[in-house]
């Protein structure tokens, strides 16, 4: 079982380039979730989807943008990356609504912003 | 501002003995609360939760304790053992009828030693 995949694992940029992260999903879950997690913090929400078409904004959204067009797919977008965003960044999903569905992660994605 | 505070950052244990990770929150609206573990390398595992109409819960080695009047929670692993060496995340969310954000702690770095 893949589960949550990630790509890709690493990636260095150069201040105002763009790119975009894919996270792809084989549970068929309906939720979906980015953080990112920086030395000394934990995991902060950057934006989710609660199914295939919907996107909502998390914790600390500025700078990203998502899209979910498939269910299975969550993207997140850089449009123009700032060193501020040199961080580890997570995918996750869950099945269904509620803090009770445990939520599965993905590996990561390291990316250094120069 | 903190809501999940996990004050300790890393802790050594020798094996065999028992580990106590604490979390302490701020938010009384809190409902429902999780512990992840993380490897290097890996994304975060769900452990175990508690709703907080408990104030135990007990998955073999592990057992989570809510104190809702302290606003605290902690987590016990019995015997410890090389493999829960660790990054543990505590976790909270409003529960069901909310926007299913969870809020995380910024971990505690779990040391078993032989």
């Known amino acids: 079982n893949a589960g949550v995949t990630q790509t890709p694992k690493f990636r260095v940029l150069k201040t105002g380039q763009s790119m975009t992260l894919l996270c792809a999903q084989d549970m068929n879950h309906e939720y979906m979730y980015w953080y990112r997690q920086d030395p000394g913090m934990g995991l902060r929400l950057i934006h989710y989807s609660v199914g295939e078409g919907t996107t909502a904004k998390g914790e600390v959204p500025d700078g990203y943008n998502v899209s979910r067009l498939k269910k299975q797919n969550f993207l997140l977008g850089l449009e123009s990356a700032a060193p501020s965003q040199t961080s580890v960044y997570f995918c996750?999903?869950?099945?269904?609504?509620?803090?009770?569905?445990?939520?599965?992660f993905g590996d990561g994605t390291r990316l250094s912003i120069l | 501002d903190q809501q999940v505070k996990q004050n300790s950052p890393s802790l050594s244990v020798q094996e065999g003995r028992i580990s106590i990770l604490n979390c302490d929150y701020t938010n009384s609206m809190f409902d429902y609360f999780l512990w992840y573990k993380k490897y290097p390398a890996e994304g975060p595992t769900f452990l175990i939760s508690i709703s907080s109409i408990k104030d135990k819960n007990e998955d073999g080695r592990f057992t989570v304790f809510l104190n809702k009047s302290a606003k605290h929670l902690s987590l016990h692993i019995v015997p410890s053992q090389p493999g829960d060496s660790a990054v543990y995340f505590c976790a909270a969310s409003e529960g069901l009828n909310r926007d299913d954000k969870i809020i995380f702690g910024k971990g505690t770095r779990l040391h078993i030693l032989p």
């Open positions: 996750a999903s869950s099945p269904n609504r509620g803090p009770n569905q445990p939520q599965h």
